[in-house]
T-cell receptor
Framework: GAGVSQSPRYKVAKRGQDVALRCDPI?????LFWYQQALGQGPEFLTY????????KSGLPSDRFFAERPEGSVSTLKIQRTQQEDSAVYLC?????????????FGPGTRLTVL | AQSVTQLGSHVSVSEGALVLLRCNYS??????LFWYVQYPNQGLQLLLK??????LVKGINGFEAEFKKSETSFHLTKPSAHMSDAAEYFC????????????FGAGTTVTVRA
């Protein structure tokens, strides 16, 4: 079956522009996660949804970052007034239901470069 | 909060040689530990996970890892490297008390020499 898909795969933005990154999770997966992966680092947790409810947004680096999942399936991560330090790969993952036993299924990521 | 440390950012092995990737976790015993692999331009894929059921865990693609409490380690091994094993490998642990929140190591890049 189809895995997690993300679009666009690559995004170049000028400093100050707003960007929107899309994630299509595996159909039926209740939980959805966003991670930020800086060059040479492991992924860092940003936020977590269960269905349409955003249960944890403690990892969002600033109020310029906003995520939504209005119908409990597709999610969008929006970054306003992008800065150079926002350059990273943004990974989305989904899971049937969040829990320590469960495997998170990752998408290929969106590589954001802010000039 | 739980965390993991991966020793060695790059490992180079010959085809057919042993692959050993090191991961140490912070001192309190974690309920779970994971190894993920990331191939170029792809998402992370679960290799194996430790859930306290057995200290030696077998995963996909011939990889296995052993949980050693005395050493606070969860090293990943494969007896014989294949060219297709070239990738980046991440150790991860749930960040207590929010067990859905994974904390990843910095990763180890494996290159395989013919």
């Amino acid at each position: 079956g189809a895995g997690v898909s993300q679009s666009p795969r690559y995004k170049v933005a000028k400093r100050g522009q707003d960007v929107a990154l899309r994630c299509d999770p595996i159909s039926g997966h209740v939980s959805l996660f966003w991670y930020q992966q800086a060059l040479g680092q492991g992924p860092e947790f940003l936020t977590y949804f269960q269905n349409e409810a955003q249960l944890d947004k403690s990892g969002l680096p600033s109020d310029r970052f906003f995520a939504e999942r209005p119908e409990g399936s597709v999610s969008t991560l929006k970054i306003q007034r992008t800065q150079q330090e926002d350059s990273a790969v943004y990974l989305c993952a989904s899971e049937p239901l969040a829990g320590p036993y469960n495997e998170q299924f990752f998408g290929p990521g969106t590589r954001l470069t802010v000039l | 909060a739980q965390s993991v440390t991966q020793l060695g950012s790059h490992v180079s092995v010959s085809e057919g040689a042993l692959v050993l990737l090191r991961c140490n976790y912070s001192s309190s015993v974690p309920p779970y530990l994971f190894w993920y692999v990331q191939y170029p331009n792809q998402g992370l894929q679960l290799l194996l996970k430790y859930t306290s059921a057995a200290t030696l865990v077998k995963g996909i693609n011939g990889f296995e890892a052993e949980f050693k409490k005395s050493e606070t380690s969860f090293h990943l091994t494969k007896p014989s490297a294949h060219m297709s094993d070239a990738a980046e490998y991440f150790c991860a642990v749930p960040r207590h008390p929010n067990v859905y929140k994974l904390s990843f190591g910095a990763g180890t890049t494996v290159t395989v020499r013919a």
